[in-house]
């Protein structure tokens, strides 16, 4: 059973930095592509950033460049994803998935990030 847990979320001030972790299972993760996505209030669902199987290539939304940085272990599984510089409009509950630019998987809970004074 394929299993994307986020955490790491939280409340911080604009500014300020959060580095949100998704540990995956159940799945070959080697094997995949991995994303982040998030979803702001009465917004769709938007991909953040992407990292290819081994991390060399990484891909962002143009919102999220020079502030975001996503990264991967393969040995521990996880996907992570190093937000500096916060804007309140980064505001949203943020997912990971696997794929590249294509959720594979059903989502998980997602973590809820909050930039505000």
């Known amino acids: 059973q394929v299993q994307l847990v986020e955490s790491g979320g939280g409340l911080v001030q604009p500014g300020g930095s959060l580095r949100l972790s998704c540990a995956a299972s159940?799945?070959?993760?080697?094997?995949?592509?991995m994303s982040w996505y998030r979803q702001a209030p009465g917004k769709e669902r938007e991909l953040v950033a992407v990292i290819n199987i081994t991390g060399s290539r990484t891909n962002y939304a143009d919102s999220v460049k020079g502030r975001f940085t996503i990264s991967r272990d393969n040995v521990k599984n996880t996907v992570y994803l190093q937000m500096n510089s916060l804007k309140p409009e980064d505001t949203a509950v943020y997912y990971c998935?696997?794929?590249?630019?294509?959720?594979?998987?059903?989502w998980g809970q997602g973590t809820q990030v909050t930039v505000s004074l």
């Open positions: 998935n696997a794929g590249w630019y294509r959720p594979t998987y059903s």
């Open positions: 159940g799945f070959t993760f080697t094997s995949n592509a």
